[in-house]
């Protein structure tokens, strides 16, 4: 099977943990081999050049509403760094941002698709509060307000690996709470969803209150992917799919060509390594 993946989110809120790339510079000195004074010392000169290493943009906030609970929408207006924007070439991309007054950055991955940024002068993000965090700092702000970002990082997903649409006519892609951030991207960015014949998205919340872009799912089935809701905490009268999403999709299966199925895992870390570790490995 084919399997898709992008930079696990490791955070709470479609985070993006990804290993940065090593300096030149850094990478040489042999840190297991040195007294700790020095290890110290060396680790602290590494930070420091990484840090530096960050250009910063100040960017307006153009909106933050509610979103799902305990998640917002947040958009940034990017109108007047082109060049910020023009980067922005993949869905599954993030970049960091920081408040300020607020000492430690955060990871966020971008959910509008590449070219609205081309068309609307702005990035989207879906970022949940968390207590004490740089995010709940963020979405207790208002239009207006002036945060930093930096460039857009990260490669994407990988969607030329299941590519062309013939030879991956099914494609799985799982995603839970705010892991859907950059499904979104990917979904509204395309990836010849209309000609595969099995395109499916598994998203996995708590309960219907905490899932984010229930207004979009017409509009995503328009496009050829089909929306699987599961819910581990239903609230109420439900009769779609509950537990994990890994479950619902065990109970589905339907699978009839593992060589030629496409899979996109976006959420928390078990899930990943329970579907990476199954059934959904190459």
């Known amino acids: 099977m084919a399997l898709a993946l992008s930079p696990s989110p490791s955070l709470p809120h479609a985070h993006v943990s990804q290993t940065f790339p090593p300096m030149s510079i850094l990478r040489r000195i042999p840190l297991l081999h040195l007294k700790p004074q020095r290890r110290r ?19 307006p906030l153009a909106e933050i509403s509610p979103a799902a609970e305990s998640l917002f929408h947040v958009s940034i ?16 991309q993030y970049l960091q941002l920081r408040v300020v007054d607020v000492g ?25 509060s968390v207590a004490g965090s740089t995010a709940e700092v963020l979405c207790g702000l208002k239009k207006g307000d002036v945060v930093e970002i930096s460039q857009v990082m990260g490669r994407g997903f990988a969607v030329d690996r299941i590519q062309p649409p013939d030879e991956y006519p099914t494609v799985l892609i799982f995603a839970t709470g705010s892991g859907i951030s950059p499904i979104r991207s990917l979904i509204e960015s395309g990836f010849s969803s209309k ?29 050829g992917v089909k929306i699987v809701p599961v819910l581990s905490q239903p609230e109420g009268i439900w009769s779609g799919e509950t537990g994990y999403v890994q479950a619902a999709f065990s109970r589905a299966k339907k699978i009839f060509n593992p060589q030629g199925t496409g899979v996109v895992l976006c959420g928390q870390k078990q899930m990943a390594e329970s579907m990476i570790g199954g059934h959904c490995q190459l």
């Open 195 to 223: 000609e595969r014949s099995d395109v499916r998205l598994y998203y996995g919340a708590r309960n219907l209150k905490r899932m984010a872009y229930q207004d979009k799912f017409k509009e995503w089935e328009s496009s």
């Open 41 to 59: 010392l060396a680790t602290l000169a590494a930070a420091a050049v990484r840090q530096d290493t960050t250009v910063w943009t100040p960017t």
């Open 77 to 92: 207006d990017i109108s007047d760094a082109p060049d910020i924007a023009s980067s922005h070439t993949r869905a599954g």
């Open 104 to 128: 430690k950055p955060t990871f966020l991955a971008i959910a509008s698709p590449p070219s609205f940024a081309s068309a609307s002068g702005a990035f989207e993000f879906l970022v949940k």
